[in-house]
């Protein structure tokens, strides 16, 4: 398996644009989380999915941020109007409910800057 | 906030030295599990303990946990230069559907060679 695969690796914007981020989980995994890591937070749990349901988004700063899930494969993240205070590295994890206790397995991260 | 925090924040060994870092949370807990992050990656699974538990080995890596203090400890024996990285513990404090797992804001550990 190829693991959990985001992209882009890199996004650099401007203050204002719309930032797009991508995630493909492990085939068979059906719980998908959203996390951001920053300096000065650490790694925050944005939103989580099961089954393609978001169960908890209460991590969801803004209501500029949304995420979907349209299918066990695919899931974004979405930004509108992005601001500099979101620049942070977005990771995407995924593991299988019912797995052995929560484990999860990171994708590589989307490093996003917003000037 | 933060449900858990390592401590400390860096630190610096030579090869071959263990390697302690610890971890205090503030809730009861399912599980904790500690995890690695390489530079500019994601992080890696490395153990889990489960709340009844007190102690797992896995190669190089011990961990401990006391549950009446809120705290575990990651030991990493005989360091290699390719330990560098942070370390990061983490809390489940959910069930069933509920999911929740927390991260402590990590520790940087270098080993030099």
């Known amino acids: 398996d190829a693991g959990v695969i985001q992209s882009p690796r890199h996004e650099v914007t401007e203050m204002g644009q719309e930032v797009t981020l991508r995630c493909k989980p492990i085939?068979?995994?059906?719980?998908l989380f959203w996390y951001r890591q920053t300096m000065m937070r650490g790694l925050e749990l944005l939103i989580y999915?099961?089954?393609?349901?978001?169960?908890?988004d209460s991590g969801m700063p803004e209501d500029r941020f949304s995420a979907k899930m349209p299918n066990a494969s695919f899931s974004t993240l979405k930004i509108q109007p992005s601001e500099p205070r979101d620049s942070a590295v977005y990771f995407c994890?995924?593991?299988?409910?019912?797995?052995?206790?929560?484990?999860?397995?990171f994708g590589a991260g989307s490093r996003l800057t917003v000037l | 906030s933060q449900q858990g925090e390592e401590d400390p924040q860096a630190l610096s060994i030579q090869e071959g030295e263990n390697a302690t870092m610890n971890c205090s949370y503030k809730?009861?807990?399912?599980?904790l599990q500690w995890y690695r992050q390489n530079s500019g990656r994601g992080l890696v699974h490395l153990i889990l303990?489960?709340?009844?538990?007190r102690e797992k080995h896995s190669g190089r890596l011990r961990v401990t946990l006391d549950t009446s203090k809120k705290s575990s400890s990651l030991l990493i024996t005989a360091s290699r230069a390719a330990d560098t990285a942070s370390y990061f513990c983490?809390?489940?404090?959910?069930?069933?559907?509920?999911?929740?797992?927390?991260f402590g804001k990590g520790t940087l550990l270098t080993v030099n060679p």
């Open positions: 994890a995924s593991t299988p409910v019912g797995g052995p206790a929560n484990v999860l397995t």
């Open positions: 085939s068979g995994h059906n719980s």
């Open positions: 999915f099961n089954n393609n349901v978001p169960i908890d």
């Open positions: 809730t009861s807990i399912n599980n």
């Open positions: 303990i489960r709340s009844n538990e």
């Open positions: 983490a809390t489940d404090v959910g069930g069933g559907s509920n999911y929740k797992l927390t």
